[in-house]
Structure formats: C-alpha cells, structure tokens
C-alpha cells in the first residue's frame, strides 16, 4: 500500500489527550499565534539552555554523566514553557457540520453474497453501518445511500437494498453517484465493495472523469484478499474459428489456492474430447497451461472448460467456463508453384490429400513450356499459369513457392504477390530448391521485402546436399506448427528421433520480427531452418529445406510424423487470411451482458474495401424469435461496418451477415456467439484491493479495511471537499502537553532523589 495512504486507526485515547482528531493533525499545518517573532523565541530557548548550562557547570565536580540528564530535562521544560508562550495552534480545514452531503454506495452485486461464518459481505457491511460509525456520519453530514451492480439505486435505509446483481459496473455507479449530487456540495463517497468489476465501466478514460468531478472517493475493502480451498478457471482463450478435423489450441490459466493437482476436462456439449491431469504451481496463486483440443467437424461447437472440485470448495460455478468455435464448411485454398517435378512436391501432396479442410491447387513445370495442374477446382483453373490478376490470385488464402526461378514471373505478378501478403493478409511459404529462394533470384524480388530473412546474393553451389538434423527452438517448442506429441517431451524425443535432413539451404540475417520455429544443426553449426514473420496484414514463411520427405521414407509406415507436420504448416499459413466479408463479435460468449457489438468488414475481389454497401444481420436467438438489423458504416473509410444487437435471453445465437453493392451481391458471413446469466460474479470473487486503492488514489480519497470504519469516520470531516470552514485550534492546553510538563520535572525530581547528590 503506498505509504501517504497509510491506514490510521481510530483511537479514543488519543483524542483524550491531544482533545482533537488524529486527523486534524494529519492534514492541519502547526503555527504560533503569538505576534511576538520567532527570532525571539529561539534566543529565549538558547538563553534558557546557556543559564542551565552555568548552573550545572559550577558543579561539575559531580561528574557529567550526573549533570547531563539532568540539564536535558531542564532545557527540554523551558523550551516546552517558551513555546507555550507563543500559543501554538493548528490550522485546519474541516467541512461546516450538516451543510454537506456524502454519499455512501454499497455494491450489492452476487459476488458479495459470499461470505464466512454464516455473514455474507453484504451483511458484515450492513453490520458496520448499522453501529456507530454512520450515527457519527450523520451528526456531520446529510448521508445519502445508494445500492448499485448492474444499475444503481438510491435507498431510503439499509434494509432496502435490491437483490443480488448480475454484474459489479463501478465506474457507473461512482458517475450516477457524482451526477445525482447536482448543485448539493458532495464531501466524498464512500464505496463499500469487493472491487470484482466485471462490467469494463473502469477504463482509464473513466477513472479521470470520475477525478474531475473533485470529489474524494474512500474505498472500503470487503471480503479476503484469498479465497480458501477453491479453484477457478481464471482464464480460457481459444480460436473463433478452426479448419475441421484440426487441432486447436486452448490456452487457460487456473488460479487456486488449497490444492496442489487438479483434473481439467473439456467437453463438446456432451462428449469428453480431452483431459489433463495438471500440477499445480506451489510458489503462486495462477498456473498458466496450454492444451491442445480438436475442433471436430464442421459446424459450431460450444466447448465446455472445467475443473474437478476440490474438498472443501464452496464455489464450483468458477470451475467451468464455455467457449464458442466455429468451424466453416468452407475448405482453405492453397496455391503452390512447383518449378520442377521433385519427391518434396509428391510426399506434401500425399500428407493433406484426404484433409477436407485443405484444397491445395498447384502449377508444376514439366517441361521448359509445360505445366502439370493438380487439384484444381474447374478447366478454367491456372490455365494461364500464375495468376497475374489480383482477383483471381486473391481468391487463394496462401501461395507455396517452391524450387522456382523469380525470372518466371513478370514485374506485374512479383507485385501482385507482395500485395497478396500486405493488403490481402494471406501468407507466403517459401521452400527451398536448386531454384528456390537466393538460388533463384528471389532476393531482387518485391516479395524480398516480406520475408523474415534478408536473402543473401546468389552463390554457386548455394543449395548442396548436407545432412543436418531439425531441432526446436524454444518458439518452436510452444508452436503449434511443430507439434507431433501433444506432450512437451514426448515431442521434443520425437524431434530428435526423426532421420537427419539431406539438405539445406543457407539464409542471411535474421529480420527483427522473425521467429525461428526449426533449426538444422549439421557440421557447420546451426542454421535457421524454419522460420516466418508478420508482414502487413498477412505473413510469410521459409523453409530452409527439400528434404522433409525423409521423414516418411525413413521412418515405419505407421508413424506419421510427416504428415503432421505438413498438415500443420499448411493449415496455419492459410488459416489468418481473411475472406472477402467477414463479421464477428467483441468475443465469442458473453456473460451477464447482453450488449452485443457486432463489426463486419465487406471487400471486393481485390480486396479493395468497399464503403456503400447495404450490410444486413440476420439474427436467430435459440430462444426468442428471429430479428433483422442493419449495420452502418464505421465512417472510416475502411470497409468496416459495425452493429449493437440486444441478446435479451440466454443461449446461443446464430449472426449471419449479408452484403450488397447496389445490385450485386458481395458475400456473406457467419458467427455464432454465446449468452450466459448468472456467470460473471461467481469468478473472481476475492477482494481487488489493488483496484480499490487505485480509485481512491486518484481521486483524492484512502482505501480502509472494514475493520476501521471508525478512523473512516473521523477521516472524511478533512478531506477539503465541499464546503469547508479554516479552523484554529489552540494546542498550549492539551491534556498532553501539561503530562510532559509534568513527566519533564518529575523525572528531573526522580534522578535527585536517586543520586541524593544535586
């Protein structure tokens, strides 16, 4: 806690003996009330000491360890009396009594329901309130009450607050407060809460509006800072969306306090389709795991995330947490130019022929004027060669380049492929070859500049037969592309037991924004060999060798090792680019809120945005009737359209988007997002005293534990809000100052009468 806002207990002593608050002294400044100068009053002191310094001097034959307490008791007794002379006061500021206002908001949200000892949070405030501390509120100020969670509500009395909540909206219940006080002078608002804001109503945006009104906010911390014996499922991230049959990754942090292992299972609606026994972090509160999950078949699965309950554990809502994919129907389409036919081309094919989520369409040059299409959709395919339309080569969601010259294409096409990367978003691999990458020029191509290693000139023998085994990297090892064993270890053995490489080709330096995901160590050390970087809103890739089909030809037949991996690598270069129209919510599932914003993106075939179209959402709610609504244009410029639906009852809701330009039809889109009630306060139940503490600091105000609303109480009558008054208070005649007094001489007494000698 910062140390100008340490806690001060309220104490009765003390005001018996210093007769004001603690916290006029906090916050007054000490001064003399007399006119005589401050000059004079030192040259008395020093006067004083010089007279008890010549007494004790003409008896220093008594020894000095005798005469030097008692001359600092002297001393210390004149100063005191001199200073008396002078009437010290101290100044302070301190609001008029019951010309002010303070408002008192309470958070009746669902998470203050919890509670220890058969007291819920709401009860043990109710409790405090209803003791001392507000009777002293009320002798200074014209209290006012307010309930708030999701709404805010003012109350004639304690007794009359609303039922438990869905959601904790802070920031809107601090500005509706603020607001209602109108032309009434505001001293302060006491916020008596948990901090479990879960309604996003406390941006930085809003916390310095709430500053501006000038009116302190004291915060009073209610329920642990650790809630025992319980397990959360703090967090769960998953793709919106995968290709069918491909494996997803799930990542997910579990806070826990009172176990050491717990059992994580996750469900498609019903069916168990993966679990994990996880170990537990002892050094923290939060143990951060990824898993990988499948994401089926096409259509929408609602995955279901949850904990096994431990002993003891009261709240077992915090244990699940569901999340919406969507799996298209539609397959991703692959372009890959092949300049010459090789066993690296073949064994690729082969490994994603029977993915149904793939379509890979490729050109290989046979002969020095023929080429042998493969995977095509229709006659009219890549007849031509390359594309050297933007409409037609952006109708692909990635491009493989394989042992292919740069001179094969013309200057048009060489731009067409960079835009493909920077304004399509799709992603770019490139393999080696006796013709790919610096061996075939393409180092003085446009596309040079989006990939992750600057190429080096052309050399001879740039491509050689070397043998070099394919290690992970420490990003390789997090990656899903390179993941064969869904077990850190078992993967890393399965890396190391793969058959060397026979080759690889050398790259140049490394850009800032690469990611080395493999390496190929052989005799002249390690060398990049798998590595891919952003560029623009796509991606690009390089693979740094021709001979991964080693991995098929030198293993058992079972063991699919190379198919894994290519089915990976090709998925994810083509599973970021985005289709022409698109729509998606702010997330998938959305708890206690039923807001839901809705941003569609509408684009041409070159990906150009278009602005004016007619942008429509058919919405059909599981439970309650189907409904229309149209977007609008962001005013951007962009293609960006968004909405604002209201998801009034729970379940599961199905957007479809549709987009017209004039007369034509652009496209469509769907997504599906999630409705639940009755979620978000039982996550995060513990106090956030860290967000408590932030309000009050920057608003002017103190954080308090409940256990101290009696130094609150007498805090809030300095905080200089509203309308205050200077005050004066005379400090000579304080009970304590006349017990120095009276302990200075006595003491000095008590030594003469011990050493019977002065």
Not at 214 to 239: A, F, I, K, W
Not at 251 to 280: C, E, F, P, T
Not at 529 to 534: E, K, T
Not at 586 to 591: I, K, P
Request: with cysteine; hydrophobic share 40%.
């Amino acid at each position: 806690m910062p140390s100008g806002h340490r806690i001060l207990y309220y104490c009765p002593v003390f005001e018996r003996l210093f007769t004001h608050p603690l916290w006029a002294y906090r916050t007054g400044s000490f001064a003399f009330a007399s006119a005589w100068p401050i000059g004079v009053l030192v040259t008395l002191i020093l006067a004083g000491a010089a007279l008890v310094a010549w007494s004790l001097w003409r008896r220093r034959a008594l020894g000095w360890r005798l005469l030097l307490p008692v001359g600092v008791l002297q001393t210390a007794l004149i100063a005191l009396l001199a200073c008396l002379l002078w009437r010290p006061v101290l100044n302070v500021e301190r609001v008029r009594d019951r010309e002010n206002e303070l408002a008192i908001a309470i958070d009746a949200s669902a998470s203050m329901a919890y509670g220890d000892a058969g007291q819920s949070r709401l009860q043990e405030v109710a409790a405090a309130l209803q003791g001392d501390s507000l009777r002293r509120l009320e002798k200074t100020f014209a209290v006012r009450l307010f309930g708030f969670a999701h709404s805010t509500t003012p109350l004639d009395s304690i007794e009359a607050m609303p039922p438990p909540g869905r959601q904790t909206r802070i920031g809107n219940a601090l500005t509706q407060v603020l607001q209602s006080a109108g032309s009434a002078p505001l001293a302060g608002v006491i916020l008596f809460s948990d901090g479990a804001e879960n309604g996003d109503t406390l941006s930085e945006e809003r916390l310095a509006e709430i500053a501006s009104y000038g009116v302190p906010v004291h915060t009073v911390g209610v329920g642990p800072e650790q809630v025992l014996n319980d397990l959360e499922l703090e967090r769960v991230e998953v793709p919106a969306s995968a290709p069918a049959g491909a494996s997803i990754e799930a990542q997910i942090g579990i806070r826990h306090n009172g176990a050491s292992q717990a059992r994580l299972r996750v469900y498609d609606r019903d069916n168990l389709v993966a679990a994990r026994d996880v170990k537990l972090r002892n050094d923290a509160t939060t143990t951060q795991l990824s898993l990988d999950v499948p994401a089926g078949q096409a259509g929408t699965h609602e995955l279901r995330f949850v904990l096994d309950p431990i002993e003891g554990e009261r709240n077992v809502i915090n244990n699940s947490r569901t999340r919406v994919v969507n799996v298209p129907a539609t397959r991703r389409s692959i372009l890959y130019v092949e300049g010459e036919p090789r066993w690296e081309y073949k064994f690729m094919r082969r490994a994603i022929d029977r993915d149904r989520a793939l379509r890979v369409a490729s050109i290989v040059r046979t002969t020095p004027n023929k080429h042998y299409r493969q995977g095509v959709i229709g006659p009219d395919e890549l007849v031509d060669g390359f594309p050297a339309d933007a409409a037609e080569l952006f109708g692909y969601d990635a491009v493989i380049i394989g042992s292919y010259e740069a001179a094969s294409l013309r200057a048009e096409q060489h731009r067409l492929l960079k835009d493909f990367v920077d304004k399509r978003g799709g992603s770019v691999l490139m393999l080696a070859g006796r013709y790919g990458l610096s061996a075939g020029g393409w180092q003085n191509a446009a596309l040079a500049q989006t990939l992750p290693v600057q190429l080096i000139g052309r050399q001879p023998a740039q491509f050689v037969q070397r043998p070099g085994q394919a290690q992970l990297t420490i990003y390789g090892a997090e990656s899903p592309i390179p993941r064969l064993d869904t077990d850190p270890r078992r993967n890393l053995e399965r890396w190391k037991n793969l058959p060397p490489l026979a080759d690889y080709q050398a790259l140049g330096r490394l850009k800032p924004g690469a990611v080395v995901l493999l390496e190929a160590n052989g005799a002249q050390g390690r060398s990049p060999l798998l590595v891919w970087q952003h560029y623009g809103r796509g991606a690009t890739y390089v693979l740094a060798t021709a001979s991964t089909m080693r991995w098929q030809m030198r293993m058992p037949s079972e063991d699919q090792s190379h198919e894994i991996f290519w089915r990976q690598l090709l998925h994810a270069i083509a599973a970021t680019a985005p289709s022409r129209v698109t729509v998606n919510g702010e997330r998938t599932v959305y708890e206690d809120e039923r807001t839901v914003k809705l941003e569609a993106e509408v684009r041409d075939e070159r990906f150009e945005p278009i602005n004016d179209a007619t942008v429509e959402l058919q919405v059909a709610p599981e439970r309650d009737a189907a409904f229309s609504q149209t977007m609008q244009p962001s005013g951007q410029g962009d293609g960006r359209y968004t909405a604002t639906i209201d998801a009034a009852s729970a379940g599961l809701y199905r957007i479809e988007m549709s987009a017209r330009a004039g007369n034509k039809e652009v496209g469509s889109a769907v997504t599906h997002v999630l409705r639940n009630d009755g979620v978000a306060e039982h996550f995060a139940t513990y106090q956030h005293r860290d967000l408590l503490e932030r309000i009050a600091n920057v608003t002017g105000g103190r954080y308090w534990p409940l256990s101290d609303l009696d130094g609150l109480a007498g805090a809030i009558p300095y905080s200089k809000a509203g309308i205050v008054e200077r005050q004066t208070l005379d400090l000579w005649n304080l009970p304590i100052v006349f017990l120095v007094l009276l302990a200075l001489k006595l003491g000095e007494w008590l030594l003469r009468l011990r050493w019977g000698r002065l």
